[in-house]
Every structure is written in C-alpha cells, then in structure tokens.
C-alpha cells in the first residue's frame, strides 16, 4: 500500500518554478495522511484483501483516474469493489460470456447512464425518405458474416462524455455503404452530425443530447454528403459539449445518402439479409450492468427493449453452440471485447424483439 498509494494523490504546487511555503507543504502532507486513513478504513469496512487493493491501484493506473478529492475516491472505491464482485459472482456461473473490468469499473449505473448520455430513444414516425427493402434481393442467407474482415468497418472510435452515440452509429453504416460501392474505407465526421444536425441546420438531432439515426441519414441526404474525420474531427467526447457547426470542410465526394432502408422489425431472418447487404444501425438498451461490464463471449444475459443507445451490427455467427449478432461499439476499445460486444441471436430473446431489442429499429443508408 505505501509503495504506490501517493501517487493517486500527490498535489505539488508550484508558483513561478517555486515550491510554496512550508505551511501549505504541511497541509498538502496532513491532507494525504488523512486520505491514507480514509482509504485503510474504506478497505477494512468493505473486507477488501491486500491483492485486492492491488488490483484496484493497478485499475487507477491503467486508467489514468484522477480524484478531486476523498468524498470522489471513496465513492470511486466503493462502486469498484461493488463492480468487482459482481464481476466475480457473475463469473463463476460459467456462463456463454465473461465480464470484466474498464473505465466504467468505478462508476454505479445511474453514475454509468449519466455519463454516457443514455437517454430513451423514440421511434421518428415522421421519418423521411425511408424504405422497407424487398427481402428478395437476397435469395440465399449467408450462414455469417463478417463485415470488419471484409474491411468495410473503421477502428473503434470512443463517443466519451457525450450522448452522441448515434452519430457513431451513423458514420458507421456510412462507412460501411461507401465501402461497398467504391472500394474504399473512408471514416467520416461524427462532430459534424454533433454541431450541425439540428434544427437551426435543417436537421432533427440534438448533439450530446441524444439523436436518431434515420434523422442523421436524412440529414446527410439535404447536405449532399458529410465530410471525412480528419477535416472535422471529434471532440465533444473531451468537451461534454455540442459545438458550433463549421462549414469550412468539404463533404467527401459521392457521400451523399439517397435514401435509407429501415428493416423489417423483430426479424432475425431480415436483419440477416440486411446485413448481407451492408452493416446497420441499431438501436438497443445498454444501461444494464452487464452490459457495462461487458468482456467477452456471445451475451445471454438480461437485457430488455427501453433503446437508449445507438450501435453498429456488422456481421453475425456462432460462437461455441451460440448464435450471435457482431456489434461494433463507440466506447473505445477499452471496453468490451476490444470495442465490440457479441449479442445472442434468435427468437428467444425478449420475444422476437432481439438482445437488448436489437431488432426493433435498424436501418441503414443507400448511397
């Protein structure tokens, strides 16, 4: 414990290249001291062990956490190891899928919902320029699919301290569309969807604060295009904010949307032939804690139909007796199996609707 435990909490203050004065030297020293103690005491009080600890400062470290102060630490601590043997008893049922620490590890779920921006996500009944795609243009399911082994899907990206997880869904199916008919994997401007796709820009989103992706896609269709990630790059994740649209970057050529197709609902057999097609956005619910905690492995576990989040379906298999849809996340790829979550496939789950309602609201963008 006393190897690494000032690390976390070491508050050098410095004026002009100069140490202050020895008083506030000494109060920064009582001040670790009795943090020391809050932390000894929060241990012994939660029957935390010694490897314990460890693991818990190595999750410090490896996430590069920063504590305002004790009252943020010991709530952090608490969540941690509430989140820990969680994982723990969870584990041991030897179930299809494992959990297992990320940056969400110190945070509780209201904490988790809070900070992702997950809010409920309603259905557009006035969604413009949609189509129902005539399942005959696939005359044969493929038996998988692998959309990232195809090269058709970008690195994952992280969404951070914003609730703009629709635009990564967006650009995703984007990327995925413009794949397919030039040959060529172009990752396209989420902060552009954040700033810009709202009503003073003729759109219907509202940046961090959530958003539909048949509305982006229709918006894409008015602009003619997006333009690429690198000419309007993402930064509402550090911000925690909707920024002010720029219109000094071009959109990518022959990136305009010309309609969308939405997919027949609570269907596994046509979000197949979707997904044979291109790779679709999907809204589902992921405020539960084992999707936040998720690690590897196809995910049985509970999880129901209130969407509030917006995700990427880029292919689907079977993994060790299990069917599974692939989904492609916007948390970074310290979440998760490196960014990606597989969700159990088939009727069974939450009555045809799919894992986590997965199969409730889909589309995807004809370029």
Same mark, same amino acid.
């Given at each position: 414990?006393?190897?690494?435990?000032?690390?976390?909490?070491?508050?050098?203050?410095?004026?002009?290249?100069?140490?202050?004065?020895?008083?506030?030297?000494?109060?920064?020293?009582?001040?670790?001291?009795?943090?020391?103690?809050?932390?000894?005491?929060?241990?012994?009080?939660?029957?935390?062990?010694?490897?314990?600890?460890?693991?818990?400062?190595?999750?410090?470290?490896?996430?590069?956490?920063?504590?305002?102060?004790?009252?943020?630490?010991?709530?952090?601590?608490?969540?941690?190891?509430?989140?820990?043997?969680?994982?723990?008893?969870?584990?041991?049922?030897?179930?299809?899928?494992?959990?297992?620490?990320?940056?969400?590890?110190?945070?509780?779920?209201?904490?988790?919902?809070?900070?992702?921006?997950?809010?409920?996500?309603?259905?557009?009944?006035?969604?413009?320029?949609?189509?129902?795609?005539?399942?005959?243009?696939?005359?044969?399911?493929?038996?998988?699919?692998?959309?990232?082994?195809?090269?058709?899907?970008?690195?994952?990206?992280?969404?951070?301290?914003?609730?703009?997880?629709?635009?990564?869904?967006?650009?995703?199916?984007?990327?995925?569309?413009?794949?397919?008919?030039?040959?060529?994997?172009?990752?396209?401007?989420?902060?552009?969807?954040?700033?810009?796709?709202?009503?003073?820009?003729? $759109?219907?989103?509202? !940046?961090?604060?959530?958003? @539909?992706?048949? /509305?982006?896609? #229709?918006?894409?269709?008015?602009?003619? *295009?997006?333009?690429?990630?690198?000419?309007?790059?993402?930064?509402?994740?550090?911000?925690?904010?909707?920024?002010?649209?720029?219109?000094?970057?071009?959109?990518?050529?022959?990136?305009?949307?010309?309609?969308?197709?939405?997919?027949?609902?609570?269907?596994?057999?046509?979000?197949?032939?979707?997904?044979?097609?291109?790779?679709?956005?999907?809204?589902?619910?992921?405020?539960?804690?084992?999707?936040?905690?998720?690690?590897?492995?196809?995910?049985?576990?509970?999880?129901?139909?209130?969407?509030?989040?917006?995700?990427?379906?880029?292919?689907? $298999?079977?993994?060790? !007796?299990?069917?599974?849809? @692939?989904?492609? /996340?916007?948390? #970074?790829?310290?979440?998760?199996?490196? *960014?990606?979550?597989?969700?159990?496939?088939?009727?069974?789950?939450?009555?045809?609707?799919?894992?986590?309602?997965?199969?409730?609201?889909?589309?995807?963008?004809?370029?």
């Amino acid at each position: 414990m006393e190897r690494s435990f000032g690390e976390y909490f070491v508050l050098v203050i410095q004026i002009n290249g100069k140490y202050t004065s020895k008083n506030i030297i000494k109060k920064i020293l009582l001040y670790l001291i009795t943090m020391r103690a809050i932390f000894l005491l929060l241990s012994a009080l939660l029957f935390v062990n010694s490897s314990l600890i460890d693991r818990f400062e190595n999750w410090v470290s490896e996430f590069k956490m920063n504590f305002d102060n004790h009252v943020v630490f010991e709530r952090v601590f608490k969540n941690w190891v509430s989140n820990h043997k969680f994982i723990e008893e969870i584990n041991s049922k030897n179930l299809t899928y494992k959990l297992g620490h990320n940056q969400f590890s110190g945070m509780d779920s209201t904490e988790f919902r809070e900070y992702l921006g997950l809010t409920f996500i309603l259905l557009d009944e006035d969604s413009e320029q949609s189509i129902f795609y005539n399942s005959n243009m696939v005359s044969k399911i493929p038996d998988s699919v692998d959309w990232v082994s195809a090269g058709a899907v970008t690195p994952v990206k992280d969404q951070g301290q914003c609730g703009s997880c629709w635009s990564f869904s967006t650009t995703g199916a984007l990327e995925g569309a413009y794949f397919n008919k030039y040959n060529t994997l172009q990752s396209f401007s989420e902060q552009q969807l954040v700033d810009c796709d709202n009503r003073r820009n003729g $759109g219907k989103d509202m !940046g961090c604060s959530g958003g @539909l992706m048949d /509305n982006a896609f #229709s918006w894409i269709s008015k602009k003619g *295009g997006l333009c690429s990630e690198a000419d309007y790059p993402y930064v509402s994740g550090i911000t925690k904010e909707t920024g002010t649209c720029q219109t000094k970057c071009s959109n990518v050529k022959n990136s305009g949307v010309s309609t969308f197709v939405d997919v027949v609902p609570s269907s596994d057999e046509e979000m197949m032939k979707a997904l044979s097609l291109n790779p679709v956005s999907i809204a589902i619910e992921a405020d539960q804690r084992e999707f936040q905690l998720y690690k590897s492995g196809v995910f049985t576990g509970n999880c129901g139909t209130k969407l509030d989040h917006g995700v990427l379906v880029v292919g689907y $298999g079977y993994l060790e !007796g299990e069917d599974f849809y @692939l989904v492609k /996340n916007s948390w #970074s790829t310290s979440w998760g199996d490196k *960014g990606y979550i597989k969700l159990g496939r088939g009727s069974k789950y939450n009555n045809g609707d799919g894992q986590c309602g997965m199969l409730l609201q889909a589309s995807y963008p004809i370029l």
